[in-house]
T-cell receptor
């Protein structure tokens, strides 16, 4: 089974702090994604990466950056956390484009509260 | 118009009922579609993928209607444990990497 692991499940950070959310997948997937999910707004893509050191902005990249130094690891960085970044953050991975049925697998989520 | 739209519900049904949700998509070039189930405060989990006319897995059937640009999810003999939010997604970008998500349909199965 695909395993996507988000090491930090629950975090409370202060406004202005730098926050790192780490994600590791064990299935040699090329694509990795960071989403945030908020009530009424659904899943919104922050950034995704289709290869090591490659990244593309998603729908809401402002206030975030990412790092992918190794294929299995994709980090989300909040340079200066703000209260409007309080949310559930979901990491996901998938195979390269390939077959049409390739799907996305999610980690368990990281609940971030910024106070 | 959103690229992927779902009726948010909630759908309240008794145990044993049959319930169906629809999901419409705007990009006629979309090739594959997915239904995910999400329990409260949990991550979405794949329920079914659809990239031809349809797919069936036990009590669950997903159908694709390309002419009208929608997919449906049918749940037969509903169980209490089917209570969840059901997310629809379409694979849409030119390199077939990203999914476009609906906001989800909430289902409550009542005893």
């Amino acid at each position: 089974d695909v395993k996507v692991t988000q090491s930090s499940r629950y975090l409370v950070k202060r406004t202005g702090e730098k926050v790192f959310l780490e994600c590791v997948q064990d299935m040699d997937h090329e694509n990795m994604f960071w989403y945030r999910q908020d009530p009424g707004l659904g899943l919104r893509l922050i950034y995704f990466s289709y290869d090591v050191k490659m990244k593309e902005k998603g729908d809401i990249p402002e206030g975030y950056s990412v790092s992918r130094e190794k294929k299995e690891r994709f980090s989300l960085i909040l340079e200066s956390a703000s209260t409007n970044q309080t949310s559930m953050y979901l990491c996901a991975s998938s195979l390269w484009q390939g077959a049409p049925g390739n799907t996305i697998y999610f980690g368990e989520g990281s609940w971030l509260t910024v106070v | 118009r959103k690229e992927v739209e779902q009726d948010p519900g909630p759908f309240n049904v008794p145990e044993g009922a049959t319930v169906a949700f629809n999901c419409t998509y705007s990009n006629s070039a979309s090739q594959s579609f997915f239904w995910y189930r999400q329990d409260c405060r949990k991550e979405p989990k794949l329920l079914m993928s659809v990239y031809s006319s349809g797919n069936e897995d036990g009590r669950f059937t997903a159908q694709l209607n390309r002419a009208s640009q929608y997919i449906s999810l049918l749940i037969r003999d509903s169980k209490l444990s089917d209570s969840a939010t059901y997310l629809c997604a379409a694979r849409s970008d030119s390199n077939n990497r990203k999914l476009i998500w609906g906001l989800g349909t909430s289902l409550a199965v009542n005893p």
